[in-house]
């Protein structure tokens, strides 16, 4: 199992470049795999699930999605998936900024359509399921431009194809005027209490994204959120699903992977640069994430 496709909810990353800011996304979540962390990041996301299932949270509702159902993340939006028990999972999916339609230009396409997604004043439906109006459009024109950004076949069309940059941007806007078709951009809510804690909980995740690899307390991410310990820790579980230290644990054991794969350090280096001090504590922990130890964990990715 490669570690792109079980670390893609782990948001570190880069989406695309700077000409291009667009990347795809293959997902592959086995059996024994548990929870994806929350999550957010400025782009928009668009997927399907091509076999399986799992449950996805967004903007903090539950939903169970199945094969061939379609999954649209607005930017900014928080977001995780949990394993189904016993349950296989295997999705496809493009993330991209909204720079790619145009954002920057201020025109009557973007002021109308593109911008109030941007900033919020707009919203996606986040699933929409097979039968829907519009679902088999939208999945036949999502997989034309999976297709286009597969990265193996990127270089190659960009050289024997003249207008391939053109074509990318056709399919997107193209799926974008049947979302707006189809009623699956809808005008947000005013401010509400979700509204406000979906603000606090991306300061406390960034926060914790920025300092994993230090040693800090319950006590200290409540200060920084100006909550008491009591009341941050009943918040956090609320709003991610888990307490605030399996969180924190299960993001360093993410990156403590994502170290095993990438580089030869040793077992308990990749720990110990990652947040756990304990090198027995973290075997335990990754086992109990991954099913396997540190270093077969290794051995499989890079099979």
């Given at each position: ?75 900014r ?18 993330v ?51 297709d286009r ?56 995740l ?25 009341y ?24 403590a ?12 280096e ?34």
């Amino acid at each position: 199992m490669k570690e792109e496709e079980i670390s893609r909810f782990k948001e570190r990353a880069d989406h695309g470049d700077v000409l291009m800011p667009i990347r795809r996304y293959r997902c592959i979540v086995p059996n024994t795999y548990q929870d994806l962390s929350l999550h957010w990041h400025e782009e928009a996301e668009i997927g399907w699930i091509e076999d399986g299932e799992i449950d996805y949270v967004i903007d903090f509702q539950s939903y169970r999605v199945k094969k061939g159902d379609l999954i649209l993340i607005a930017p900014r939006v928080l977001h995780a998936a949990h394993a189904v028990a016993g349950k296989g999972m295997i999705s496809d999916s493009l993330v991209f900024h909204l720079d790619m339609l145009g954002y920057q230009t201020p025109d009557a396409c973007t002021i109308r359509y593109i911008s109030p997604l941007q900033n919020g004043k707009y919203r996606f439906v986040p699933v929409v399921r097979c039968g829907q109006p519009g679902h088999e459009e939208l999945i036949e024109c999502l997989r034309e431009l999976l297709d286009r950004v597969q990265p193996k076949d990127a270089e190659k069309r960009r050289e024997e194809e003249t207008g391939e940059e053109l074509h990318r941007k056709e399919l997107l806007f193209r799926f974008f005027r049947l979302l707006y078709q189809h009623g699956y951009v809808v005008r947000n809510g005013g401010e509400s209490e979700d509204s406000g804690a979906a603000e606090k909980m991306k300061q406390v995740l960034t926060y914790i994204r920025s300092h994993y690899a230090e040693p800090f307390t319950v006590g200290q991410l409540a200060d920084f959120c100006h909550f008491s310990e009591t009341y941050f820790m009943s918040f956090f579980k609320r709003y991610a699903g888990m307490t605030c230290m399996e969180y924190v644990n299960q993001y360093r054991l993410s990156r403590a992977a994502r170290t095993l794969v990438q580089t030869d350090r040793p077992v308990t280096e990749a720990a110990l640069e990652n947040g756990f001090r304990n090198i027995s504590y973290f075997n335990r922990q990754f086992r109990r994430q991954y099913g396997t130890t540190p270093r077969e964990y290794r051995k499989a990715a890079r099979q």
